[in-house]
């Protein structure tokens, strides 16, 4: 249980890192005050283009991605069994998402969560996170809506993970549950985007 206590922390406390705050402070700007105010790395290169929101958005992955191959890692110090290693993984997955989306440096107010879940997902399920990935990218060429791309998505994460469950790849439920987890941390992020969309208000990105 120690081990667990000490993944979840180190993973909220490398999802809470603000990278999005930080690239507009390094641009000069307070990037909660333009745009859509949040964070992540779809607002930051609307207002400030593609040399911060790229490295943005790589960080935002690493944060997912790295916090699951840390938990991997410190799990398998111990030689523990193998579902206690993948215990540790989901843990750091759910808590690198929860830090990025609450970080306690920004008063709990921080991303929509979906860079970081890619990243994580990367890290447990790369097939899963490639079948999600070809979703978002279909419905955002359709409609050029990132933040329904990135619920259409979300809502394909459980459903594919159950899919593949069916075919006993991955054979274990806890990763179904993990994944629903995920979905909601998402869809309750994007509440006002859902809301915009729904009243026609909600912006496509463009092209410049």
Known sequence: MFT???VALISYLIGSCPAGYLAGRIAGVDIRRLGSGN?????????LGKRF???????DFTKGFGAVMLAVSLASRDRASTNFVELCAITAG??????????????????????TTIGVLFGLMPLVALIVCAVWVITFEIGRYVSLASVVAALALPATVAVMWCFKQPNRPVLFYFSVCLAAVIITRHRSNLSRLFHGTEPRFRRK
Not at 39 to 47: C, D, E, M, P
Not at 53 to 59: A, M
């Open 53 to 59: 929101g790229y490295p943005v958005f790589l960080i």
């Open 94 to 115: 759910v808590f690198s998402v929860v830090g990025h989306s609450y970080p306690v440096w920004l008063r709990f107010k921080g991303g929509k969560g979906v860079a």
């Open 39 to 47: 964070i992540g790395a779809t607002n930051v290169l609307r207002i």
């Open 4 to 6: 667990l206590a000490v």
